[in-house]
């Protein structure tokens, strides 16, 4: 089974320093390896971003930017070896945590990138797909009640 490449990729080699990985360890990790590392965090990160925007993402601002370095911290991590008891290396996998549950959120429509900016037609930036937006209705919505006369009935 070969890899397939993601159109995106929201962080380069160079800024993998600015998670917190040592240059002596990012050193032992060819930049060919940390590029791919980096493109399978940014095709994790489309698979929860096109639940809300339109893929290929064109503009992002620095919280995708760090979250994908958080993600593929972590990867090159466990790749190498990962030592739980090591508290450094508990970090890297609370920062892949924390990315992975705003990626959820991102997916969930409860938490936007900033700046972001889809492809999709009349596309603003950190603003969703009109199609993407999850469409929010309540037992009476979609009993095809309006909110006046589901408020009677559910009175009654």
Known sequence: MGLVASP????????LQSVGLLGTFLQTVPVADQ???????S????????????????QWSFDVQQYC???????????RGYNPGNAAEETFKERY????KWLKDVANGI?????????????QPGTPAPAAQPQVTSPGIAAGLSHPTWDTWARR
């Open 35 to 41: 590029t791919a590392a980096l493109k399978a965090a």
């Open 43 to 58: 095709a994790i990160m489309d698979s929860y971003l096109g639940q809300q925007f339109t893929l290929p993402i064109q």
């Open 8 to 15: 995106s990729q929201y962080a380069q080699p160079a800024d």
């Open 111 to 123: 938490a936007t990138p900033a700046q972001i900016l889809d492809s999709s037609p009349n596309a």
């Open 97 to 100: 945590d924390i990315s992975m």
């Open 69 to 79: 370095c958080w993600i593929t911290a972590y990867v090159l991590v466990q790749q």
